[in-house]
């Protein structure tokens, strides 16, 4: 199901275990730089919470729940955010995603 909302995946949003919590988003969502042309962008809470997840549990990118984006989506955009935040050769160069 691609193009979902967060309203569209729970409402209203309850945050689960392993989910932002309103307060966390606030901080966070001004940091994210907005989309200048393309295609449009999926709703980045579901793609953050699938990231977020990903790194608290450990599981796949494969087994991640539905209710978080596609896992190509969330796995691309959190290979993207690694690779800007580390330097060339860090440490984030030589992770596995999967």
């Known amino acids: 199901m691609r193009g979902r909302t967060a309203a569209e995946v729970q409402e209203p949003w309850k945050v689960r275990r392993h989910e932002l919590t309103e307060q966390g ?7 994210i730089p907005r989309a200048s042309a393309g295609r449009p962008r999926v709703e980045q809470r579901l793609v953050i919470n699938g990231m977020v997840y990903k790194i608290r549990t450990g599981i796949s990118w494969r087994d991640l729940p539905e209710r978080c984006d596609p896992w190509p989506t969330v796995c691309t955009c959190f290979r993207r955010c690694t690779s800007t935040a580390s330097s060339p050769g860090g440490p984030a160069a030589d992770a596995d995603p999967g």
């Open 25 to 31: 988003w606030e901080l966070l969502a001004p940091l």
